[in-house]
C-alpha cells in the first residue's frame, strides 16, 4: 500500500501528468454542460409527453363525435328504408346482415320494439330484460330523434359497448319501432390517425371512474372490460388529470404516464385516458443525443490528450528539463552553466534569458570576488613580509647597532673606574654601569621579542621551546614543551607565522590566564604542521570575546587567525570559563604560493 501511495505520488507530481489532468479538467465543463443540456431535453420530452397526451385526448374526443355524427345519418338512413318501415322480420334481417358486413363499424345491428323487445338482430342477443336497452328506446321514442343509449362494461365474453338508436315512424309520423346499433369503445383506438400519434412502445388506455379498462391500444382483446391493475394510476388520473408521472408498469419496466380525462357522449360522466411510454423509449432521443455529444467529446478529449502528450514534451518539458539541469549545475557551483536554450519572446524564453543572465552576472561577480581577494591576499602577504623584514631590522639594529654602543659605553665606564680617583667619581661611574647594563639587557629583551634570531638561525622548534620557558620563568608558571623534531627546515613563511601565533597565545596565558601552567606541543600529522597551547586558568567566553575583537576591544584573537589563514591554515579555539584555555592552530607543510614580489621587501 505505502509503495502505491509513493507511485501515485510520484505520478501526480510529473509536471507533464499535471499538464494532461489540466486538459481533463477543461473537459470537465463541457461533460457537465452536455449532462445539463441531457437533462434538460429529458425534460422537455416529458413536457412533450404530456402534449402529446392532450393532442391524443382530443383527436379521441374529435373521432368520437365524428363517428356519433356517422352514425346519426347511418341510423337515420336505415330508419327510413322499406325493408325497415314494413317491420317483416325477414327483410329486415336480410338487409341488415347486408349492411354489417359491409361496416365494420357496428358489433350488432338490429330492430326494437316500442317496448323493448327484439324484433330483429344481425348478432345474437337476448330478446328482452335488459334495462339499457328498454331505455334506450324510450329516450328515442320520447325524443323521436337520435339517442344513445348507457355505456355497457361488458363481462368477459363481451367487450364493453354503447348502444346507438334511432326512431321509425310510420307514414302518420308515429314512432312504430327504434333502429340500433351496437359499438363498441374499441372502434376508436383502431383508427390510424389516432395511431400514429404514438410513438413506439407508447400505450394508449381510456376507463371510466371504476378502472374499467374501455379501450386501450395496443391489444385492446387483452385488455378491454378488465379493471387496471394498479389503482396508484386510478387515482392519481383522478386527482392531478394533466400530469405526468413515473412508475413500473405490469412487467416491472420503468414507464412515464400522462393522465388526462375528457368527457364523453359514449359514457356517463368523464372518461380518463392514460398515456404511457417507457422510460428508455421517451428519452430515446435525449439518450442518443447525449452518447453522440459524449462520443465526440471523447475523440477531442482524446486527441488532446495525445496532443498534448507529444507536445508537452516538445515545447514545455524540453525547456524546463534544460532549466532544471541548468539550476543543478549552478546549484553544485558551476557558474558557466547556461541553458542552452533559444530565448522566444514567451514566458519560458523570457525565463530562460532571465537565467543565464542570472548565471552571467553571478560568474562576474564571482570573478570580481576571486580577482579581489587574490589583491587582497597579496597585499596581506606583503603586509606581513613588510612587518617582518622591519622587525628583523629593528632587531638587528638594536643588537648591532645600539648593543654595541652601549657595551662600548660600559667597557668606557669600567676604564674610568680602574682609574685613580676620588670615590665619589667611583660610586657614579658605578650607578652609570649598572643602568647602562640595564638598558643593554632591555634592548636584548626587545630584539628578541621583535625576532629572536634562533627562529632564523636555528629553526622553529627551537626557537618555540626557548621562547617557552623564556615566558615561563619571567613570570614563575610551569611550563612543558613537546616537540617533535623536524627532519627538516620548513618554509619562512610557516615557521614565521606558527612562531607569532604561538607568541600571541603565550603572551594572553601571561597576561589574561593567571594560570599555574603551560604546556605547548608542536607535532606533525596528517600532511599538516599542527600546534597545541593549553593553560589551566581561567577561560573566557571565546564567542563574546571573537564579538570584542571584531569591534575592536583586542586584535590578538582575530591577528592569530588572519596569520594562520594567510599561512593556508586555520585556528580554533577551545575554552570554558574556569576550565582553562586551547589554542589549537595548524598549517601546510608547504606555503601557498604567493608572487615572489609579494614577500620581498621592495
Known amino acids: 500500500m505505502r509503495n502505491l501511495i509513493g507511485f501515485v505520488t510520484r505520478g501526480l507530481s510529473s509536471l507533464r501528468l499535471r499538464l494532461l489532468l489540466l486538459i481533463v479538467l477543461a473537459c470537465a465543463p463541457l461533460v457537465a454542460l452536455m449532462l445539463h443540456t441531457a437533462g434538460e431535453d429529458r425534460q422537455r420530452a416529458v413536457v412533450a409527453w404530456r402534449q402529446r397526451s392532450q393532442r391524443v385526448m382530443r383527436l379521441a374526443g374529435q373521432q368520437e363525435q365524428g363517428m356519433i355524427a356517422s352514425m346519426r345519418q347511418f341510423l337515420l338512413a336505415i330508419s327510413e328504408s322499406s325493408s325497415v318501415k314494413s317491420l317483416d322480420a325477414r327483410n329486415c334481417k336480410a338487409w341488415l346482415d347486408e349492411l354489417m358486413a359491409g361496416d365494420p363499424r357496428c358489433s350488432n345491428l338490429g330492430v326494437l320494439t316500442p317496448d323493448g323487445q327484439v324484433l330483429v338482430s344481425s348478432a345474437p342477443t337476448a330478446s328482452a330484460g335488459d334495462p339499457g336497452r328498454l331505455s334506450l328506446v324510450r329516450q328515442a321514442l320520447a325524443t323521436r330523434s337520435f339517442s344513445i343509449g348507457d355505456l355497457s362494461t361488458g363481462s368477459a365474453e363481451r367487450q364493453p359497448t ?17 333502429v340500433f346499433a351496437e359499438l363498441s369503445l374499441d372502434r376508436l383506438v383502431a383508427s390510424s390517425e389516432l ?27 387483452d385488455w378491454v372490460g378488465r379493471r387496471l391493475a394498479d389503482l396508484s394510476l386510478l387515482s392519481m388520473a383522478l386527482s392531478s388529470p394533466g400530469s405526468v408521472t413515473e412508475s413500473a408498469d405490469s412487467e416491472g419496466t420503468p414507464t412515464f404516464y400522462a393522465f388526462g380525462s375528457r368527457r364523453s357522449r359514449l359514457a356517463s360522466g368523464e372518461l ?4 404511457g411510454i417507457p422510460r428508455q423509449n421517451l428519452f430515446a432521443e435525449a439518450d442518443r443525443s447525449l452518447r453522440r455529444n459524449l462520443s465526440w467529446l471523447g475523440v477531442a478529449a482524446a486527441l488532446a490528450l495525445g496532443l498534448g502528450w507529444v507536445g508537452s ?23 558557466s552553466a547556461r541553458t542552452g536554450a533559444p530565448y522566444g519572446r514567451d514566458e519560458l524564453g523570457r525565463l530562460t534569458l532571465a537565467f543565464d543572465q542570472m548565471a552571467q552576472a553571478l560568474q562576474d561577480r564571482e570573478r570580481e570576488r576571486l580577482r579581489a ?41 669600567q676604564a674610568a673606574m680602574r682609574s685613580p680617583g676620588p670615590a665619589a667619581l667611583e660610586r657614579r661611574l658605578t650607578e652609570s654601569i649598572q643602568a647602562v647594563e640595564r638598558v643593554l639587557e632591555q634592548v636584548h629583551d626587545l630584539s628578541l621579542n621583535l625576532r629572536p634570531s634562533m627562529l632564523d638561525d636555528l629553526g622553529l622548534e627551537p626557537a618555540l621551546r626557548w621562547y617557552t620557558h623564556r615566558q615561563a620563568a619571567l613570570t614563575g608558571m610551569r611550563a612543558e614543551f613537546r616537540g617533535t623534531e623536524l627532519e ?17 597565545a603565550l603572551t594572553n596565558v601571561v597576561r589574561h590566564a593567571r594560570a599555574r601552567a603551560v604546556t605547548v606541543e608542536l607535532s606533525r600529522q596528517d600532511g599538516h604542521l599542527h600546534l597545541s597551547v593549553r593553560d589551566d586558568g581561567v577561560g573566557f567566553d571565546v564567542g563574546g570575546s571573537r564579538g570584542e575583537a571584531v569591534r575592536g576591544a583586542s586584535l590578538g584573537l582575530l591577528s592569530m587567525e588572519e596569520r594562520a589563514s594567510l599561512a593556508g591554515g586555520g585556528v580554533e579555539l577551545n575554552s570554558v570559563p574556569g576550565c582553562g584555555t586551547e ?6 607543510l608547504k606555503s601557498p604560493e604567493v608572487p615572489v614580489w609579494a614577500l620581498s621587501d621592495e
Not at 354503447?162 to 309520423?173: C, E, F, N
Not at 524540453?318 to 553544485?332: D, H, I, K, N, Y
Not at 597585499?379 to 652601549?406: F, K, N, P, T, W
Open 162 to 178: 354503447v348502444t346507438l338508436g334511432y326512431p321509425v315512424l310510420d307514414a302518420s309520423g308515429q314512432p312504430v319501432a327504434v
Open 195 to 221: 395511431r400514429a400519434q404514438l410513438a413506439r412502445g407508447a400505450t394508449w388506455t381510456e376507463f371510466d371512474r371504476k378502472g374499467i379498462i374501455l379501450a386501450r391500444f395496443p391489444a385492446p382483446e
Open 272 to 275: 380518463c385516458t392514460l398515456l
Open 313 to 335: 514534451k516538445l515545447l514545455i518539458l524540453q525547456p524546463v528539463g534544460r532549466l532544471a539541469e541548468f539550476t543543478a549545475r549552478l546549484a553544485a557551483g558551476d557558474l
Open 373 to 413: 581577494s587574490k589583491k587582497l591576499q597579496v597585499l596581506s602577504y606583503r603586509l606581513v613580509g613588510v612587518q617582518e623584514a622591519e622587525r628583523r631590522q629593528i632587531a638587528r639594529e638594536l643588537h648591532d647597532e645600539i648593543g654595541q654602543s652601549l657595551t662600548a659605553a660600559e667597557m668606557n665606564l
Open 488 to 504: 627538516e627546515r620548513l618554509d619562512p613563511v610557516i615557521e614565521t607565522e606558527c612562531f607569532r601565533v604561538a607568541q600571541e
Open 583 to 588: 589554542v589549537h592552530a595548524w598549517f601546510p
